[in-house]
């Protein structure tokens, strides 16, 4: 009985365990994605909650450049001005020359969008289409350059902060975030920067020529213009001049 017992056991397959080293890898690995994932989802759902946040009158909100200044010590200039502060003057000339529909859509312009797009299939040279609420959402939560990565969250972020923000918040926002020249955010910053008065005190030629230099603040300088920006600023004057309805929802 007992040979019986040996040859059956004897006949059994041992069982191999995986080594403990092994086990331990696979669980680091599933432990690493897991928490990429959840920063993933942090990453993605953080601007929302600060959009909500920056609704509060008194957050003054900074941009991811200003961060980046700060990250490298270079610092900036940044003097935060409510929207009753800043010349009526910056506000016709900013809406009429970065987002003359500004009043009229949901934080982005399918109109334009739409003529991008087309203009893109065709391989023709596209145009700008974003809206004074869609750069405010990138200057504060993305970054420079074009790509559909970045558009395709650009979009969104404009959609929501247009449903939570007043026309007013988003262009006060805007206009303190802006960057005006190195190290020069903000529309009370580069009024003093550029023409040495308060934001209160432009007037129209300047208020146009810091619009004019908006798309560009590094290579245009509104204190400086060239003969291009001086004939952007005729007509951008002529806009705001006219401007009339166009700015009705920035009326307090």
């Given amino acids: 009985m007992d040979g019986r017992v040996d040859i059956e056991a004897e006949g059994k397959p041992e069982r191999k365990e995986a080594p403990v080293r092994s086990r331990g890898f696979l669980s680091s690995v599933r432990g690493a994605v897991r928490r990429l994932l959840l920063l993933a989802v942090f990453l993605l759902l953080a601007p929302y909650l600060l959009i909500v946040l ?128 190195p190290g020069i955010y903000g529309i009370e910053a580069a009024a003093q920067h550029h023409f040495k008065v308060p934001a209160s005190r432009l007037t129209l030629r300047q208020a146009s020529l810091l619009a004019v230099s908006l798309p560009n603040p590094i290579q245009r300088n509104a204190s400086s213009p060239t003969r291009g920006m001086t004939r952007l600023v005729s007509v951008i004057e002529r806009r705001a001049r006219a401007s009339g309805d166009y700015i009705r929802c920035i009326e307090g």
Wanted: charged share 20%; with cysteine.
């Fill in 54 to 181: 920056y609704s509060v009158p008194s957050v003054r909100p900074v941009s991811t450049l200003m961060v980046a200044d700060l990250v490298l010590l270079r610092g900036y200039d940044r003097q935060w001005v409510g929207l009753d502060d800043i010349s009526p003057n910056v506000v016709r000339a900013v809406m009429m020359s970065e987002d003359g529909q500004f009043c009229f859509h949901g934080g982005v312009d399918w109109t334009q969008m739409q003529g991008v797009v087309r203009q893109a299939l065709d391989g023709e040279a596209t145009r700008g289409a974003s809206t004074i609420t869609m750069q405010t959402a990138k200057n504060l939560f993305l970054w420079n350059g074009r790509s559909f990565v970045r558009k395709g969250l650009e979009l969104p972020l404009a959609m929501f902060a247009d449903t939570v923000w007043s026309k007013r918040r988003t262009l006060e926002i805007y206009l303190n975030i802006a960057e005006w020249g």
